[in-house]
């Protein structure tokens, strides 16, 4: 059983000072995947020592790659090439990861070995379909459990024959669907093609064109874009700096912009264009927000973020912003409690698959602090400004991202508000009460018996 660990949040505090959050979840992800099936040596600093990527990290340690680190968030990898992996002893566990499992699906389908992908209980219930069915369409042989969950079980093709190309056209925007369709095609023969239906973070194009391999954007309207790339080449070992994870930042971004007199800069933190949705959206609510000291770090855009404090007010969130925002949303709620007025979100009904029906846990939790938010099939309305969030236990349904979300809610409360199950803040973004309690905020961690 893993501990229950709640949050005890005291009001008030003024949010200053300089910050450094950890480093992007999703860019360590991929720096160790590709780093592992890269010729040569690649070395990645600013690496996130949370639990998800360590998962993604042990996971190519058990199929053979010699992985040094990570020490400081410096991690030295050995990679083995695109056919170097070998088969593991044991299923391979990707604890609270959805971006893990779906991506190294992709990777694994190519392979000459058995394995199977595990989680924990809230990734045992998350829909791998999305990424099962169009591996399938490639000849990969995989099963889930029922009703599509995991785990995965991948098996090689007959003869070892390699996967087919696929033209495939995403029937949602999904970043992890598109990036495990990519990876599988770096072991199918001939083109392998993807057409997303709005933009999506692009770390994975990306990051391959960095190891040397080419992929193709090309966009085919205002929102759709296609990419694009051949099978049987090969990745080359190159230096990875990960930038400040932009989802970590936004917690401290909407905790300055609802705070008293606040003054705060989040340092070197990633803002790719395809997530930058957060920034956005706080800026059309009237967030004081400047980017500073920008610069291009290994192919991804980083700035410092200067937050001060504002009055915000509700807004309808333009559906072209969701999926830039979408791992946002829960802190974005908390603003829109604190903006004067009506704040709208729909087209976001994938908020109800994350770590926890994002949307139901949200509603309930603002509701249970007395603020006027209502859950709908794909989004939310809150009428924020009104009221000051009161005393209450929330239940945080093992989602490090409502655990974040609420604590920075409390920073307005009326008094004392407890957040249960927040072991799981761990996953990605291990110092988050340091830096809480460093900038102003009053946050205490207790296990609960």
Known sequence: MSKNIQFIVQPGGIIKGRIRVPGDKSISHRSIMLGSIAEGTTHVTGFLEGDDSLATLKAFQAMGVDIEGPVNGAVTIHGVGLKGLKAPNSPLDMGNSGTAMRLMAGILAGQDFECELIGD????????????????????????????????????????????????????????????????????????????????????????????????????????????????????????????????????????????????????VGINPTRTGVIDILKLMGADITLENTAVVGGEPVADIHVRSSKLKGIEIPQSLVPLAIDEFPVLFVAASAAEGQTVLTGAEELRVKESDRIQAMADALQAVGIDATATDDGMIINGGSQTPQAAIIESHHDHRISMAMAIAGLNAAAEMTIDDCANVNTSFPTFLALANEVGMKIQAHQKD
């Not at 029922?146 to 785990?151: A, L, Q, S, Y």
């Open 121 to 268: 209980a809230s990734l045992s219930k998350r829909p791998m379909q999305r990424v099962t069915l169009p591996l399938s369409k490639m000849g990969a042989q995989i099963s889930t459990a029922e009703g599509g969950k995991p785990p995965l079980k991948i098996s090689p093709r007959q003869d070892n024959a390699p996967l087919t190309a696929i033209h495939y056209e995403l029937p949602m925007a999904s970043a992890q669907v598109k990036s495990c369709v990519l990876l599988a095609g770096l072991y199918a023969e001939g083109q392998t093609s993807v057409i997303e239906p709005a933009p999506t973070r692009d770390h994975t194009e990306r990051m391959l064109r960095g190891f040397g391999y080419q992929v193709t954007t090309e966009k085919l309207d205002n929102e759709r874009a296609q990419m694009t790339l051949d099978g049987g080449g090969h990745l080359l070992a190159m230096d990875i700096d990960v930038p400040s994870d932009i989802s970590s930042a936004a917690f401290f971004m909407v905790a300055a912009a609802i705070a008293k007199e606040a003054d705060l800069v989040i340092e070197h």
